[in-house]
């Protein structure tokens, strides 16, 4: 049986573990850097855990921190202040000693740096960054300051994606020969929306292919070689992209997503004795996963979360910060510098091109 080497297995998502609202440590005071959709989602489940406490937030807009703020109880919000930035006056702040950043992502890099030159730990929403270059600086900042770092995705940390791991690398699949992950839907074109925005680091690759990706490295690690496709609209910005990897041995993993195509997001992960499918929601954040071994009936294994199923990578993030670890063993900061190098070579395949490039460069 081919075993790459394997995601690990967080304490969280192991058999029988408590609910990850539980607390594991001493309370750590959480700053959130930008108020959009997901950071509302995220800061429901800090809420939830035991030893997260809501400090503070920031925006651009004081106003809108402030709102922010109301809404979910946090101590304290920062906007923009003469030459100050939200973001630079949260990480100032003393009190904050973890930060979660869900800027733009062509922003992560200067958001990440400031609050890891400020002295906190950090979790930065994916991609890490928009190029590896960035990435590797903040790993080598992140390890001279001794300091948490870790890319959020969350996708990781589920009881239903480690239970998916498990079965695969258990040979009930026998040896995995190919894996297919997609994941898109029909996007509003509007220019004012990050995803359609070159400057913000929009597209299709660099907002959805992680989580195809997830199940590729998890089932097969990384690759021997990559080969990608991708169109591209007058502004640069990816409408979708299929990208096959390839592996010593024969085994493929072929991944798509687009913001052009509704798509079923499902994975598949085909063996020489069977195959399991995701269900039940996304790949991403999968309820179900039906089993097919030969010619037998197939079996459906059901999951349930808690919260919005962010509080699973929340716990590991605190987990690893209280005991004084600066990566999770789950997600290393080498394998986000190893996806980042990935998505370079994608990227030049396809032709897609930020500004961050240029002052990487």
């Given at each position: 049986?081919?075993?790459?080497?394997?995601i690990a297995v967080p304490p969280c998502a192991e058999a029988g573990a408590?609910?990850?609202?539980?607390?594991?440590?001493?309370?750590?005071?959480?700053?959130?850097?930008?108020?959009?959709?997901?950071?509302?989602?995220?800061?429901?489940?800090?809420?939830?855990?035991?030893?997260?406490?809501?400090?503070?937030?920031?925006?651009?807009?004081?106003?809108?921190?402030?709102?922010?703020?109301?809404?979910?109880?946090?101590?304290?919000?920062?906007?923009?202040?003469?030459?100050?930035?939200?973001?630079?006056?949260?990480?100032?702040?003393?009190?904050v000693d973890v930060v979660y950043i869900t800027t733009p992502h062509a922003?992560?890099?200067?958001?990440?740096?400031?609050?890891?030159?400020?002295?906190?730990?950090?979790?930065?929403?994916?991609?890490?960054?928009?190029?590896?270059?960035?990435?590797?600086?903040?790993?080598?900042?992140?390890?001279?300051?001794?300091?948490?770092?870790?890319?959020?995705?969350?996708?990781?940390?589920?009881?239903?994606?480690?239970?998916?791991?498990?079965?695969?690398?258990?040979?009930?699949?026998?040896?995995?020969?190919?894996?297919?992950?997609?994941?898109?839907?029909?996007?509003?074109?509007?220019?004012?929306?990050?995803?359609?925005?070159?400057?913000?680091?929009?597209?299709?690759?660099?907002?959805?292919?992680?989580?195809?990706?997830?199940?590729?490295?998890?089932?097969?690690?990384?690759?021997?070689?990559?080969?990608?496709?991708?169109?591209?609209?007058?502004?640069?910005?990816?409408?979708?992209?299929?990208?096959?990897?390839?592996?010593?041995?024969?085994?493929?993993?072929?991944?798509?997503?687009?913001?052009?195509?509704?798509?079923?997001?499902?994975?598949?992960?085909?063996?020489?004795?069977?195959?399991?499918?995701?269900?039940?929601?996304?790949?991403?954040?999968?309820?179900?996963?039906?089993?097919?071994?030969?010619?037998?009936?197939?079996?459906?294994?059901?999951?349930?979360?808690?919260?919005?199923?962010?509080?699973?990578?929340?716990?590991?993030?605190?987990?690893?910060?209280?005991?004084?670890?600066?990566?999770?063993?789950?997600?290393?900061?080498?394998?986000?510098?190893?996806?980042?190098?990935?998505?370079?070579?994608?990227?030049?395949?396809?032709?897609?091109?930020?500004?961050?490039?240029?002052?990487?460069?």
């Amino acid at each position: 049986m081919n075993l790459p080497n394997r995601i690990a297995v967080p304490p969280c998502a192991e058999a029988g573990a408590p609910s990850p609202v539980v607390a594991t440590g001493r309370p750590l005071k959480w700053g959130v850097i930008a108020t959009g959709g997901i950071a509302a989602k995220v800061t429901q489940d800090i809420a939830l855990l035991e030893d997260a406490v809501l400090h503070a937030v920031s925006s651009r807009s004081a106003d809108s921190a402030a709102a922010f703020a109301d809404r979910f109880g946090f101590a304290t919000s920062y906007g923009n202040d003469g030459g100050a930035t939200g973001y630079q006056r949260l990480v100032d702040d003393p009190e904050v000693d973890v930060v979660y950043i869900t800027t733009p992502h062509a922003q992560h890099y200067d958001v990440a740096k400031a609050a890891l030159t400020g002295g906190k730990h950090v979790l930065c929403e994916k991609p890490f960054t928009i190029n590896a270059t960035e990435a590797e600086e903040l790993a080598g900042l992140a390890a001279e300051r001794g300091l948490f770092l870790m890319e959020a995705v969350w996708t990781r940390f589920l009881p239903s994606i480690n239970r998916a791991w498990e079965i695969i690398h258990s040979g009930e699949l026998g040896d995995i020969r190919w894996v297919q992950g997609d994941l898109g839907f029909p996007a509003p074109e509007d220019p004012s929306s990050r995803l359609w925005d070159p400057k913000a680091g929009g597209g299709a690759l660099m907002d959805l292919t992680v989580y195809p990706l997830t199940w590729a490295l998890g089932s097969l690690g990384f690759p021997d070689s990559v080969v990608a496709v991708g169109t591209l609209n007058d502004d640069g910005v990816d409408l979708q992209n299929a990208v096959t990897l390839s592996y010593e041995g024969g085994a493929y993993a072929q991944l798509s997503s687009s913001l052009i195509a509704s798509c079923p997001g499902q994975a598949t992960v085909s063996g020489s004795k069977g195959w399991l499918k995701t269900g039940g929601g996304n790949l991403h954040n999968p309820k179900e996963l039906t089993v097919m071994i030969g010619r037998d009936d197939a079996r459906v294994e059901h999951f349930e979360q808690v919260g919005e199923g962010y509080t699973y990578e929340l716990r590991e993030v605190t987990r690893c910060i209280q005991q004084g670890l600066t990566e999770s063993p789950t997600m290393p900061v080498g394998d986000t510098v190893k996806t980042m190098r990935l998505l370079d070579g994608v990227r030049g395949q396809i032709g897609l091109r930020y500004a961050n490039d240029d002052a990487a460069a």
